[in-house]
């Protein structure tokens, strides 16, 4: 309930603002004062909606307690009560207050009074909730601006930890592979570069924009790289018990993307199986993957296949803390352990 505080020296007319106001169509609180001091030690401990004071008073005038309710609080509409004979200080007061009505001296009417405190009422109202909403707009705008900086940080954090990876793609695009690659037939030297240029495009998919729980990166992967009716068959196996934290299965699911996808496009056919378990504070993945020896197993040749094996170890040693590889004449496995994020 809002409060209004009116002050005046003359007991006669406290008792006639006492009666006018006795049925003040709203809901208000009044506290009257003859002493300026009360009134002010009032107000230096309560809100108040609405101060009306009386200009002409003997120890403090209208004018000082005005400026000192200003300061106080700032909020509070202020209502000037002058004798008639005084009306002409009253370009005066409106001059140095922050005044929202004038009352005048002597008046009859309820209405007199309680049309000037209802409109103030209504203005300080105003005032509170123009206020009000200001700050939510405020508020809003600093979540806003809180959230846009940790996206920002976090896309700052994620280029920072994974520009080593980013590199290695980038300078085989760049063309390092053409400076190495005159044993190359035209075919085998446009195959692999579209093939790095396929490992930059998935990571910037899982590191940079993606964000998938483990059960959908598996899916996903499966369905890359599973194809059982033309002997190619693919497993993916979570022996950890519970679902992978997402930085980690980033990480993860592009270590099994390079080694899926060497099988993919190197080999004609194979048994690739996958297994995710903990070993310590890592995370280990595990691929083996068997193919035949005999026929026409490998879609290009051998030293194709060795530029694309070291590429993949390259950027497979940066993303993950420690690397085991073994290459066979039927197959190869493999070993990432990735440390556990806290």
């Known amino acids: 309930m809002d409060t209004v505080v009116i002050l005046d020296n003359d007991n ?3 008792l006639n603002y006492k009666r006018m106001l006795s049925n003040f169509p709203e809901e208000a609180e009044f506290r009257f004062f003859q002493q300026p001091e009360a009134a002010m030690e009032y107000l230096s401990s309560n809100q108040a909606a609405v101060f ?10 209208g004018d000082e307690a005005l400026s000192m309710v200003e300061m106080m609080s700032p909020d509070t509409v202020g209502i000037a009560i002058m004798q008639g004979r005084e009306a002409a200080k009253a370009l005066d007061i409106f001059n140095r207050h922050q005044i929202h009505k004038l009352i005048v001296k002597p008046f009859s009417f309820p209405e007199e009074i309680q049309g000037p405190i209802r409109s103030a009422l209504a203005h300080y109202r105003e005032q509170i909730e123009s206020g009000r909403h200001y700050r939510e707009m405020i508020q ?11 996206i920002l940080a976090g896309m700052e954090e994620k280029k920072q930890r994974y520009d080593g990876i980013f590199d290695v793609a980038a300078g085989i695009i760049r063309g390092n592979i053409h400076s190495e690659a005159a044993r190359l037939t035209p075919e ?11 490992l930059l495009h998935e990571f910037m998919h899982y590191y940079l924009f993606e964000e998938r729980n483990s059960v959908f990166q598996i899916n996903f992967l499966l369905n890359l790289f599973h194809f059982p009716g033309k002997s190619r068959s693919f497993k993916i196996l979570n022996e950890t018990g519970k679902d992978i934290p997402q930085a980690t299965m980033q990480k993860l699911s592009y270590g099994i993307f390079l080694g899926g996808y060497y099988c993919r496009q190197a080999l004609a056919k194979y048994r690739a199986s996958v297994k995710i378990s903990i070993e310590g504070p890592y995370y280990a993945l595990q691929m083996d993957c068997e193919h035949p020896t005999d026929g026409d197993v490998f879609l290009f040749g051998e030293e194709a296949r060795f530029r694309l094996r070291r590429f993949l170890e390259e950027i497979a040693g940066k993303m993950s803390d420690h690397m085991e590889l ?8 493999a070993k990432l352990h990735y440390r556990q994020e806290t």
């Open 52 to 61: 009306a004071c009386e200009m002409d008073m003997p120890l403090m005038s």
């Open 140 to 150: 809003e705008f600093a979540a806003v601006n809180r959230k846009q900086d940790q």
């Open 326 to 333: 073994e290459v066979k004449d039927a197959g190869f496995s």
């Open 188 to 198: 085998e030297n446009k195959r692999i570069t579209g093939f790095c240029v396929d």
């Open 12 to 14: 006669k007319w406290i």
